[in-house]
């Protein structure tokens, strides 16, 4: 039971590139999350999907895309990376109903656009 | 909107001494959850508690207590002689309406860095 895995874990791209960062969970949850942590501004929620095909934006969505095609995968995209994206991205799961309502959270990626 | 201030930045304490760590919440909800998360120096985030909003029973876990006053908006987390293995960032957060699933988001506070130095 690996919990929530992310993919890759440090990346450095130049600006303009694009790349998907991967989140796997393997606890069958049906919420995910994707956050963005940068100094002096805590965890910020930039997209997240209740299910299966259906995803939202949060906080910060701009710049990035998401996808949910299989319930154990969030994937998240940077179509045309700009230095304001570089950050810690953390990926999240946490259960429908029924409790407990916390939420885990994978290890980590951190990005850097030059 | 739902909001988390953790005014408290960074905190600097000596080993064993006691330490306070405040967080303050703002909801228009009367259901909701509080959360705990811990970010040692390697980078992850690790759960430490939650506590709904109908439950204002203080918690005690090892050297960790939680102090829930909904009079006041504030969950703060204490931890009882302090050991350098708890220097970290500590995150409180809130969650809305969790059995609604557009509500169910996490709203964290900006984080307090606490240093334990030997």
């Known amino acids: 039971n690996a919990g929530v895995t992310q993919t890759p874990k440090f990346r450095v791209l130049k600006t303009g590139q694009s790349m998907t960062l991967l989140c796997a969970q393997d606890m069958n949850h049906e919420y995910m999350y994707w956050y963005r942590q940068d100094p002096g501004m805590g965890l910020r929620l930039i997209h997240y999907s209740v299910g299966e095909g259906t995803t939202a934006k949060g906080e910060v969505p701009d710049g990035y895309n998401v996808s949910r095609l299989k319930k154990q995968n969030f994937l998240l995209g940077l179509e045309s990376a700009a230095p304001s994206q570089t950050s810690v991205y953390f990926c999240?799961?946490?259960?429908?109903?029924?409790?407990?309502?916390?939420?885990?959270f994978g290890p980590g990626t951190r990005l850097t656009v030059t | 909107a739902q909001k988390v201030t953790q005014a408290q930045t960074e905190i600097s304490v000596v080993e064993k001494e006691d330490v306070t760590l405040d967080c303050v919440y703002e909801t228009r909800d009367t259901t909701y959850y509080l959360f705990w998360y811990k970010q040692p120096p390697s980078g992850e985030l690790v759960f430490l508690i939650r506590r709904n909003s109908f439950d204002e029973q203080n918690e005690i876990s090892g050297r960790y207590s939680w102090n829930f006053q909904k009079s006041t908006s504030s969950f703060n987390f204490t931890i009882t002689a302090s050991q350098v293995v708890d220097s970290a960032v500590y995150f409180c957060?809130?969650?809305?309406?969790?059995?609604?699933?557009?509500?169910?988001?996490?709203?964290f506070g900006k984080g307090i860095t606490l240093s334990v130095r030997p």
């Open positions: 957060a809130l969650s809305e309406s969790l059995l609604t699933g557009a509500n169910s988001k996490l709203t």
């Open positions: 999240a799961s946490r259960r429908l109903a029924g409790g407990p309502y916390e939420q885990y």
